[in-house]
């Protein structure tokens, strides 16, 4: 059944559907998201991936990390700074941090407690990584093959690692993709395509103004009438979003790593996502200006 997140009367969500791997197919028109379980039993990522692997083959590499002032919460949706550094020493704070916040994890139920809890914890700054899998470690790749749901094999693979609260912000993505969870656990709250108006979508970019992890229905009354669906993936645990799809994922454990699957859009679900309609259009003539 759906149920209201915290603030009162406003957004209702259901649960994503959850289905094994042998049972689930990508759609190439229009599609609704799916967590997919035992999608990755076979990768050695989710048996290989503690600390001290991790710094054995990326410890080195340097690292843009992102970096904002307080909590680590929406570190997107404020476009936070960025900054370089190695991965190994990244990776220190992180665990260093998490010992702290594992209080936090323990005893708050649901992104919204733990997103006020967090912030009421004292942060000075955050900090957040999302890398290019293949640039950060070829061996980090090879423990974590892309599931095989399109003919042609996904045009981007990324790394992503923070602390708890960590938020990306309410936005979507042009492209399919996919989130594998390997270490902790991440919260998602996902609406569709049509309901771009209601979660204030920003003029011209992806990302939205509401905040459901915190909701201000004052400020963003038309958000008390939107209808989404939310998850929580466990390692071992994927989740398929269709394009178009408005996702905000929060961390939701002391910290936590995920990998993430862009593939190439099929035109049927570009299509079916009307608010996207001018971004594509503007996209797709700015590149054939730089071509020209």
């Known amino acids: 059944m759906p149920r209201s997140l915290p603030g009162g009367r406003g957004t209702a969500l259901r649960a994503v559907p959850r289905v094994s791997r042998d049972d689930f197919r990508a759609p190439l028109r229009k599609g609704e998201p799916r967590v997919v379980l035992d999608n990755v039993r076979d990768w050695p990522a989710l048996h ?5 692997y ?3 083959v990326a410890g080195e590499r340097e690292v ?3 970096e904002t002032n307080g909590p680590p919460r929406n570190v997107f949706q404020n476009l936070a700074a960025g900054g370089r550094t190695s991965f190994g020493r990244y990776l220190d704070w992180v665990l260093e941090t998490a010992g702290g916040l594992e209080r936090i994890a323990l005893s708050c ?3 919204g407690e733990i997103t006020r809890a967090v912030c009421a914890d004292g942060f000075r700054c ?3 990584l999302d890398a290019k899998l293949r640039q950060l470690s070829e061996d980090l790749l090879d423990d974590a093959p892309p599931p095989g749901w399109y003919r042609r094999g996904p045009i981007d693979t ?3 690692c923070g602390v708890l609260g960590t938020s990306s912000g309410l936005h979507c993505d042009v492209t399919p993709n996919c989130n594998v969870q390997v270490v902790g656990r991440k919260h ?3 609406y569709p395509p049509s309901q771009a108006r209601r ?3 920003i003029p011209q970019i992806t990302h939205c103004r509401f905040d459901p992890n915190l909701p201000d229905y004052e400020r963003f009354p038309r958000a008390r009438g939107a209808t989404g669906w939310q998850c929580t993936l466990d390692a071992g645990e994927s989740l398929y979003i269709p394009v178009g799809w408005y996702h905000q994922v929060t961390v939701v454990s002391a910290w936590a790593l995920n990998v993430n699957f862009f593939w190439p859009r099929p035109l049927a679900q570009g299509l079916s996502a009307p608010p996207l309609w001018p971004f594509l259009l503007r996209r797709g003539w700015a590149r054939l200006r730089d071509r020209s």
Do not use: E, K, P, Q
């Not at 290989?48 to 001290?52: C, G, M, P, S």
């Open 48 to 52: 290989r991936w503690d600390a001290d």
């Open 54 to 56: 991790l710094r054995s």
């Open 64 to 66: 843009t990390v992102r």
């Open 109 to 111: 139920s649901g992104a």
């Open 126 to 128: 955050s900090y957040y």
């Open 158 to 160: 990324n790394l992503w």
């Open 188 to 190: 998602f709250v996902l």
């Open 199 to 201: 979660v204030y979508r």
